[in-house]
Nanobody, 123 residues
């Protein structure tokens, strides 16, 4: 069982930066690939980024590539999402998720989810 708690969301102006954190409980955190997804009002949940259990393999959604960076610290049971050059279209609730084993790119592949943190980017 893995429990996930996101933090770090808030209101930021376009062009600004935020760093989201996702704290995990459970002794087997390092066995899980960790992903970030987001959901804007009226839209489907969207893949943002994923990192493998070692932290040496990452993938990003096209809309965030080059602006967002996912990382993890297995000693701290935490995964991060550094978001730079934020745009109003990045406004969404951001969720972290855990998947036992390899990388996953769709929400159906993830077993555990956090409650989400709101990110609002003003123009």
């Amino acid at each position: 069982q893995v429990q996930l708690v996101e933090s770090g969301g808030g209101l930021v102006q376009a062009g600004g930066s935020l760093r989201l954190s996702c704290a995990a409980s459970g002794r087997t955190f390092s066995s899980y690939a960790m992903g970030w997804f987001r959901q804007a009002p009226g839209k489907e949940r969207e893949f943002v980024a994923v990192i493998n259990w070692r932290g040496d393999n990452t993938y990003y959604g096209d809309s965030v590539k080059g602006r967002f960076t996912i990382s993890r610290d297995n000693a701290k049971f935490t995964v991060y999402l550094q978001m730079n050059s934020l745009k109003p279209e990045d406004t969404a609730v951001y969720y972290c998720a855990a998947r036992f084993g390899g990388l996953g790119f769709s929400e159906e592949e993830y077993e555990y989810w956090g409650q989400g943190t709101q990110v609002t980017v003003s123009s």
